[in-house]
């Protein structure tokens, strides 16, 4: 991150029909930062999505959760960034991994978006794949069961508590990237449960 204008975009659906779905992982950690930084009330932004302003370890950056549908995420992460000067590598991404199991995160400096059509919409708009990512484990699919409904499920009962703790994991994730950046919390969030590298 070159330091500049800093946004953390967590992407998902509008609406009560898509609250607390497994797609909406990225929204609910967008809550979860905006909690523990101290972070402004959202409000709406040109009516494209809804933001914050946060602080941690003495630098200010911004939250957003874009309000456009999934599939069209980078629209408003695009404006929000040229509107504040933030360049393609001080946009932070976080959204679900159906390939990665429930509890687990992943964070990369860039990449494709292994088939997420968010963070596809997000490529397509800032004109580049590098930019970071947070990735929250939804996972496994059933095999009987089709991808697209799969992310449009609500999380169980038996998975509250997972989720609660990979949410507890990711918002310190997030938080380490506004302080260090994001190859020291690579260094320190992207290993498995067990203290191991990720598989």
């Known amino acids: 991150m070159s330091g500049g204008a800093l946004v953390i975009a967590g992407l998902g659906n509008p609406g009560p029909r898509y609250a607390r779905t497994r797609h909406n992982a990225g929204f609910m950690l967008a809550d979860e930062v905006a909690r523990r930084a101290g972070a402004e009330g959202w409000q709406s932004w040109r ?11 003495g630098r200010k950056f911004w939250l957003v959760k874009p309000q456009t549908f999934m599939n069209d995420s980078g629209v408003m992460v695009r404006a929000f960034a040229d509107y504040h000067g933030a360049a393609r590598g001080d946009v932070l991404v976080c959204c679900d991994d159906i390939a ?14 292994g088939g997420h059509n968010g963070v ?9 794949m590098d930019f970071p990512r947070l990735r929250m484990g939804i996972g496994p699919r059933p095999a009987w069961m089709e991808g697209a409904a799969f992310v449009l499920e609500r999380f169980s009962e038996t998975e509250r508590e997972p989720l609660s703790q990979m949410l507890d994991e990711a918002a310190k994730a997030a938080l380490e990237i506004v302080e260090n950046g994001v190859e020291a919390a690579m260094n320190r969030h992207n290993r498995a449960p067990d203290g191991g590298k990720p598989k």
């Open 47 to 57: 009516g494209m999505g809804q933001c914050a302003r946060g602080e941690h370890a």
């Open 100 to 113: 990665l199991e429930l509890g687990r995160i992943r964070i990369r400096g860039g990449g494709s978006s």
């Open 120 to 128: 596809k919409s997000v490529i397509a708009h800032l004109g580049g």
